[in-house]
Structures are given as C-alpha cells and as structure tokens.
C-alpha cells in the first residue's frame, strides 16, 4: 500500500494518492489534474475513486475533469448534492482500494456534507484518516463559511464538536490525521506548519480536541477571532458544486501569444485588467501602464483570490519568459478562468517596442529612514493587524492588503505616502493597485518592516485596537 500526499505551498493545501494492488484513489485533487494521471499510470494502477472530503471554497478540485479523463467515480459523503454524476456515499460505507478499505466517516461541521475517510491497510488495521478540513494540525475547520438562513455559525460549530467527539477521537493515537490544508490557509484560524500528525497528539496539543471541553466552550472558541472570508470563496463553492469548463479550455484560451500591438488592443477592446507576475523589483523598475502586480513567487493565487474582485473580468498577463502556463493553471486553481493572453517576450518586448510604460518609486529602509527623521513621511502599513499590532513604525497608519479595495478614501494624491509591509511582496501589489487607480505620490520600501527594523527608525510594539482598519 503506498499513500502519498501531494502538497501544494501556494494554496497551503494538500491532495492525496493511495495505491493499492494496481488501484489507487485521489483525494481532493488540485484542478490540473494530469500529475495524478501520470502518478497512477507510472505505478500501473488505474484509478478507481474520486474523493472529495467537501464543497472546497478556497479551489477549484480537478474532480470533474479527473472523472472525465479516468472514468472513476466522483465520492462524496452524505447530504452532499452536486450537480453532476456523483456516488452519494452513505455514513460508514466501505470502499474497498485493492487490498486496502477506505471506510466513510460523515462529520458535519466545517461544512454539512463534510466527510473524513478513514484508510485501513490491509490487515485491516485503522492506518490514517484524510480529515478535508474537519481537523487539521493544531486547528479545526471553520464553521461560518456553509451558513445559511436555517443553519447559524453556531449550529455548524455545535455540529462539528460532536464529529470530532464522537467520529476521530475514539481512533487510536497512532491513527495517522491527513489534513486538508496547512499554514497560510484562509479555511482555519491558526493551523499548523506541519502537514500531518497522530490522533494521540493531536489530543494532547490542538485546543479543539480537549478531553474536558464542553460544548459551550467549543462553540466559544471555534467561533472567537475568526476574519472575514475571502470574497472568492463562495464561487469556487459554487463551481465544486455545479462543474465548470475543463482545465484545457482555460488553459488554451490563457495561453494566446499577444505581440505588443495586440495586446495593448485586446487590453483596450476588453476592458482587460493587466496582472504582471514577475517579481515586486522588476516590476519597480518598469512594467506596463495601469497593470497590477501579484507575483508567481508569493501567495499568488490567494491573493489574486482576495484582490481582484471581478472573477469574470478578462485578464492579460505579463510573466518572466517561461512562466505564462503555470501563471494561467494557478490562476484556473481558484476559479479565475478568464485569461486571454499574454505577453509575447514578456516586458522586455513592450519596453523595446517603444510604448509608454510606468516605474514605482522604490527606496531602501535606509534612505526611509533618513524621510522618517526629517518628519516627512505618512506611513501605512499593508500587514495584518496581528503582524502591525505586535511591532511597527511608530505612526504607521495600518491598513491591510486584504482590505485595501474598500480603504481607497484613507489615499490622496496631497501628501507623500511610504507604504511597507514584512518583506516587500504586498507593498508593491498595493503600490501598485492604487497607481492603476490614480494615486501617484507613493513609495515602495523595499525589504518591508524586515529591513525597516535594521534602522534607527522608531517602532512600537503595541497599538491601541481601536487605531486598526
């Protein structure tokens, strides 16, 4: 029996392939769907299930267009209902993997349909369950993303407390826990860096799983602190859940060679917003008028999750050479299937073409620190408040990238703005958001607060809540 997790560190999330005497199972797959194919077809195994632990919101599962290559049923637990052919699978339903069991174990709670499947080897021995997002490393799902008009934060919360009590604690400890997701994802509050644990220690050290918690206590605290979900999630729910056009279709719509004639056209007759991927410095140093920059080598898809709220707006794209394909396949990840082109030569041929194109005022700590003691610097900080509440500059007005589309009111072009953030990545996409939106007085601080601290300008390690947007 082979089982191998397939872990994706952009979208914090992990898929999962279990191989057993020439049959294997996927478990909530990513949308680019061949790795699994090829994974099977190397090991000489044909896949026999598609298992989807719920309705995901942070991405697009690759389960319809894995079913269509495969021919392999799409799993899901009971109560769920999707719009397409599905095995409906009942509460402790056994699937046999060649000599392996993978037993259905539905637990409500992080959303009504979410299941745990529990794999046993084949001496029929309990051997790890793939908890989705019912239980992760250190955390719990979150159980306000499948509210309804009958069916509160607390109702699901109180759901998920008697599937974790009555489903995974009374596994044995050495039961190994698969999660759905890792540190970074939006689906919990605090989850770990690690990618999988035992049951026994997860008793001993998640909060979820006290022994002596009760109820009331649960709710409390599953409940307590939780931010408000990106805007994406509830259409990549919606796609999970009623299908959507095949990964190749994004695919070769997104990858339209554009020259840069064409693509200054297409910009113009669509209405197209233009994302350069390439790194926050190249960027500084030219890219193309009005184009927003989210690069390939951060939380791309997230953040092009969180930002761009128009999921059906058509996108141009500007990559490094060679990166057009994975920029478009993560982009299909989180539901955006609207590219329709890139950049032929990247920038280097728009710049060599002739046409305009637009810099970001870019400086060192060092030289911010020489505007900060001469009390000439309005400062925001583009962290989390978690991160701004714990240290900053002294006077640094915080206002997350996450929230900057409804902060436009706290910018003017009347007075000098230095924004930051930790390391430079969210800067620049603020930076550059608000020059597509007309604001030109700002200035990127490279290396963020991490180089800012090596300074002599003053910072803080507290900050009155109330101060926070």
């Excluded at 109560?79 to 993997?97: G, R, S, W, Y």
């Excluded at 698969?178 to 997860?202: F, M, R, V």
């Excluded at 997104?254 to 991927?277: K, R, V, Y």
């Excluded at 900060?372 to 962290?383: F, Y």
């Amino acid at each position: 029996m082979k089982v191998e997790q397939i872990y994706t560190g952009c979208l914090a999330h992990g898929a999962y392939y279990i191989e057993s005497k020439g049959e294997a199972v996927i478990i909530d797959p990513l949308r680019d769907y061949k790795p699994y194919v090829d994974k099977a077809k190397a090991d000489g195994a044909k896949i026999k299930y598609i298992l989807e632990t719920h309705f995901h919101a942070d991405f697009v599962s690759g389960h319809i267009d894995l079913a269509r290559a495969t021919g392999a049923p799409i799993v899901f637990g009971p109560t769920a209902a999707p719009e397409f052919d599905a095995h409906i699978a009942k509460d402790n339903e056994e699937l046999k993997v060649g000599d392996a069991t993978i037993v259905v174990l539905h637990t409500p709670g992080h959303t009504m349909e979410s299941t745990t499947f529990l794999l046993r080897d084949e001496e029929g021995k309990d051997y790890a369950i793939f908890s989705g997002d019912t239980l992760f490393i250190g955390d719990v799902g979150r159980p306000d993303l499948a509210v309804k008009t009958d069916l509160t934060m607390e109702d699901l919360a109180s759901h998920l407390y008697d599937s974790l009590r009555n489903k995974i604690m009374p596994l044995a400890d050495d039961v190994i826990v698969y999660p759905g997701h890792g540190a970074g994802s939006a689906c919990g509050k605090n989850l770990s860096d690690e990618t999988w644990d035992t049951i026994g220690n997860q008793k001993r050290t998640n909060y979820a799983l006290r022994e002596d918690m009760t109820r009331e206590e649960f709710i409390k605290e599953v409940t307590d602190g939780l931010m408000t979900p990106p805007q994406y999630f509830p259409e990549n729910v919606r796609m999970n859940k009623m299908g959507y056009d095949s990964f190749e279709v994004a695919l070769e719509t997104g990858l339209q060679s554009l020259n840069p004639e064409n693509f200054e056209a297409a910009a113009n007759e669509w209405n197209a917003l233009i994302l350069d991927t390439r790194k926050a410095g190249t960027f500084a140093e030219g890219h193309v008028p009005n184009s927003i920059n989210i690069g390939l080598d951060g939380d791309f898809a997230p953040w092009v999750g969180a930002l761009i709220t128009d999921m059906h707006q058509p996108i141009l794209l500007v990559t490094e050479k060679g990166r057009e394909e994975e920029a478009v396949t993560r982009l299909a990840r989180v539901g955006y299937d609207k590219s329709i082109g890139y950049l032929d030569g990247g920038f280097d041929s728009w710049k060599n073409s002739g046409k305009d194109f637009s810099t970001v005022n870019s400086i060192t700590a060092e030289d911010f620190a020489i505007a900060v003691a001469n009390n000439n610097a309005r400062v925001v900080d583009v962290r989390k408040p978690s991160e701004h509440q714990s240290e900053h500059v002294k006077g640094a007005v915080n206002i997350p990238l996450d929230f900057l589309n409804s902060e436009m009111s706290a910018f003017s072009n009347n007075e000098k703005t230095y924004v930051h953030c930790a390391g430079g990545y969210r800067s620049m996409t603020a930076v550059s958001i608000l020059q597509a939106r007309g604001f030109h007085n700002l200035i990127d601080v490279q290396g963020g607060f991490n180089k800012i601290k090596e300074t002599s300008v003053p910072v803080s390690d507290y900050v009155c809540p109330s101060t926070l947007v």
